[in-house]
């Protein structure tokens, strides 16, 4: 229904849904681009790489680009070298803008070579060998299909009263693959975005008319939706603010309304209603920030 009443919108009131990233094109040989972005957390880094290694797909047809942000560590430097001797990788230390995800994701992005773009979050653990096998028989299979969006599972809910709140089919960069294609004509990430840039990506991807296909037999593995205060859905308001600019302004109400939903939740008892509900108000005074020139909120 949301989707429908967007796009409905969105031919009475149009606007340019091209994000900040010029896409170079991909290389002869190379199908499959696994792009990283990470700053430190090596241990959670190591697990991700060792799901890539044990992957049946051909070295040499895939790569992993990681971007470290702030410049990069040494430790971020020393596991890429460490893991660039049995697999494809290239590190590339973040050189402006630190702490935008929007425009971390644009960087690996943009020295991306594949046909399909994978991208994965530092905390994403794949359990399946033939996983890139299997996204690439997908995509090949269903040529009408801009985005594949894998199975979400949630690790870590043996925490905290066994939370384990996950969207399963959320179309997030913790692990959704697009055709190369639909990411050079849609321009990649707003890069002013502090944070759920994937989620403003993918408003724009649903406006253009793309189209997704959710593949249940591909499983991975991501940390529950967890709100532990108001500064990270603090910046996220604060970098929807800005698409005023962009969107046309009922659009723009109509995303900003639509993300803030969840805040009444915070009044009622669960875990879930709590981290949803803190989202939603903080997002809301993220917004309220943003648009009366407030400093920028940071977190991670």
């Known amino acids: 229904m949301r989707e429908t009443i967007l796009k409905t919108l969105y031919r009475r009131f149009p ?28 241990k959670l880094l190591e697990g991700i790489l060792y799901s890539l290694k044990q992957q049946d797909f051909p070295h040499e047809m895939f790569e992993i680009i990681l971007v470290e942000d702030r410049g990069g560590t040494a430790e971020g430097r020393e596991v890429a070298d460490r893991f660039s001797e049995f697999l494809p990788v290239r590190y590339l230390p ?22 399909y773009v994978l991208f994965l979050d530092d905390d994403t653990v794949l359990h399946q060998d033939n996983f890139l096998s299997s996204l690439v028989s997908r ?8 985005a594949l969006v894998p199975h979400g599972n949630a690790s870590y809910s043996v925490i905290e009263g066994r939370y384990d709140y996950h969207d399963p089919f959320f179309m997030t960069s913790r692990c959704t693959a697009y055709r190369r294609t639909v990411l050079t004509e849609l321009g990649g990430f707003v890069s002013s975005f502090i944070g759920q840039e994937d989620v403003e990506f993918v408003i724009r991807f649903l406006l253009s008319g793309k189209k997704s296909l959710n593949v249940p037999e591909l499983n991975y593995f991501h940390p529950p939706l967890l709100v532990g205060n108001f500064n990270k859905p ?55 920030k943003g648009l009366l020139g407030g400093r920028e909120v940071r977190y991670g």
């Open 234 to 288: 603090m910046a996220v308001g604060m970098s929807f603010s800005g698409l005023q600019k962009r969107y046309s302004m009922v659009l723009w109400i109509l995303v900003i309304l639509n993300c803030m939903r969840h805040a009444p939740l915070y009044l009622l008892p669960g875990r879930y209603n709590r981290e949803m509900g803190r989202f939603g108000i903080g997002f809301f005074l993220g917004v309220i």
């Open 15 to 42: 606007f340019d849904v091209r994000g900040d990233c010029s896409v170079s094109g991909e290389a002869d040989g190379i199908v499959v681009s696994c792009v990283i972005n990470f700053y430190g957390r090596i």
């Open 139 to 146: 995509f090949e299979a269903a040529p009408s299909a801009d």
């Open 94 to 115: 973040l050189d402006a803008n630190y702490g935008r995800m929007g425009y971390s994701r644009n960087y690996g992005l943009a020295h991306s070579r594949g046909r």
